[in-house]
T-cell receptor, first 107, second 116 residues
Framework: RKEVEQDPGPFNVPEGATVAFNCTYSNSASQSFFWYRQDCRKEPKLLMSVYSSGNEDGRFTAQLNRASQYISLLIRDSKLSDSATYLCVVTTDKLIFGTGTRLQVFP | GAGVSQSPSNKVTEKGKDVELRCDPISGHTALYWYRQSLGQGLEFLIYFQGNSAPDKSGLPSDRFSAERTGGSVSTLTIQRTQQEDSAVYLC??????????????FGDGTRLSIL
């Protein structure tokens, strides 16, 4: 089993839609959690950290469920510019990246 | 510049040659990380530096790969006797503090390595 698993997608959604991604991790001792965004042929960029209490940044909401060992990212009112790959990242004794979920927002 | 700088941005070389990739982290960042991303794959961790020492080299795929960091700043990743499977984008990241804690990593643009 992979340490961090994501549905690779692609998720194809219309502008204005709400879309949610889940990510599961295998190590219950994982300490920190992040969502990164990666555009095609570009480096990953930090989107947001994920806190136990859940956190929101504009149209983006991140949730952590330690009991079930999953992290979620919710994007509301999708924009064309949200099209990218979203990487779930978990730290244990190292940083582990999921393989990413591809999102394509269409007009 | 203010970000992580990597050079060269692209490198094409023949199988069997040695290559050296350079990373200049954000000033003041003590931790530096090397990753690679092969076509269609996720990010693969290679090595992590805290200052000039590398507490975690577990991701280096073979003894053809080595890395060093001097002065707590610039790092070089060297691949000897390159093979075609080494073709990938090599990404460097730095963070303010060491370890794998809450400090987010800032990535460079990467070096796209192609082995012919």
């Amino acid at each position: 089993r992979k340490e961090v698993e994501q549905d690779p997608g692609p998720f194809n959604v219309p502008e204005g839609a709400t879309v949610a991604f889940n990510c599961t991790y295998s190590n219950s001792a994982s300490q920190s959690f992040f969502w990164y965004r990666q555009d095609c042929r570009k480096e990953p960029k930090l989107l947001m950290s994920v806190y136990s209490s859940g956190n929101e940044d504009g149209r983006f909401t991140a949730q952590l469920n330690r009991a079930s060992q999953y992290i979620s990212l919710l994007i509301r009112d999708s924009k064309l510019s949200d099209s990218a790959t979203y990487l779930c990242v978990v730290t244990t004794d190292k940083l582990i990246f999921g393989t990413g979920t591809r999102l394509q927002v269409f007009p | 510049g203010a970000g992580v700088s990597q050079s060269p941005s692209n490198k094409v070389t023949e199988k069997g040659k040695d290559v050296e990739l350079r990373c200049d982290p954000i000033s003041g960042h003590t931790a530096l990380y090397w990753y690679r991303q092969s076509l269609g794959q996720g990010l693969e961790f290679l090595i992590y530096f805290q200052g000039n020492s590398a507490p975690d080299k577990s991701g280096l795929p073979s003894d053809r790969f080595s890395a060093e960091r001097t002065g707590g700043s610039v790092s070089t990743l060297t691949i000897q006797r390159t093979q075609q499977e080494d073709s990938a984008v090599y990404l460097c990241a730095s963070s303010l503090a060491g370890g794998w804690g809450n400090q987010p990593q800032h990535f460079g643009d990467g070096t796209r390595l192609s082995i012919l």
